[in-house]
Structures are given as C-alpha cells and as structure tokens.
C-alpha cells in the first residue's frame, strides 16, 4: 500500500505561484508512475500532470503547458508541482496519484490517492 499526502496548496493572487508536494509513505515510489489532478466546484476531476517512474518523461494538459513543472525527487519519496503565473481558473482540489510505471492521463487507471489540497486563485 502506498499513502500520499498532498501539501503546499493555499490562498494566492492571481499572477502568483504554489509548490505542491506529494509525500508518499508505506513503499517507495520509485516504481510508479505519478499525476496530479485537480477538481473544481461542480466539474469533473480533470488531469493536471504526470511524470514517469525515473522522471524521464513528463506531460501536462494544454492549459497549465508554460506555468506548471512536475518533477519528483525518489530519494525523498516526493513528487512536487510549480505552479506559476496562476490564474483564477486554477481554483481546484489538487489531487496527487501512483500507478505503476508509466502515468495516465485517465484518473481511474491510478491504485492510489491522496486527499487532496486546497488552491485558490483570486483575481
């Protein structure tokens, strides 16, 4: 079993910038593919951005492509993302989630979750 904690999320202009962290605990990490999504009030969770089980390969949907880093440190059992020039559209729940290997744009192919971190953008 593998638990995740996300952290990092909060309040911030728009213009600003976050760093998400994803803490994983009970299995290294080292193995799985990694993502972040997030929802917002009354849409559908949506993906965020993925980062492979060496961190070699990275993707991020269209809309955060410039703004959002994923990267991961496996060492520290840790994946993160640097979220800059935030925009109010941003506001969501920020999910981080493991499946092995590779990552997956598609939130039902991922074993396990965190709880999730609140961020807010204000315009």
């Known amino acids: 079993q593998v638990q995740l904690v996300e952290s990092g999320g909060g309040l911030v202009q728009a213009g600003g910038s976050l760093r998400l962290s994803c803490a994983a605990s009970g299995r290294t990490i080292s193995n799985y593919g990694m993502g972040w999504f997030r929802q917002a009030p009354g849409k559908e969770r949506e993906f965020v951005a993925g980062i492979s089980w060496n961190g070699g390969t990275t993707y991020s949907t269209d809309s955060v492509k410039g703004r959002f880093t994923v990267s991961r440190d496996n060492a520290k059992n840790a994946m993160y993302l640097q979220m800059n020039s935030l925009k109010p559209e941003d506001t969501a729940v920020y999910y981080c989630?493991?499946?092995?290997?590779?990552?997956?744009?598609?939130?039902?192919?991922?074993?396990?979750w965190g709880q999730g971190t609140q961020v807010t953008v204000s315009s």
């Open positions: 989630a493991a499946r092995m290997f590779v990552p997956s744009m598609t939130d039902n192919e991922y074993q396990y």
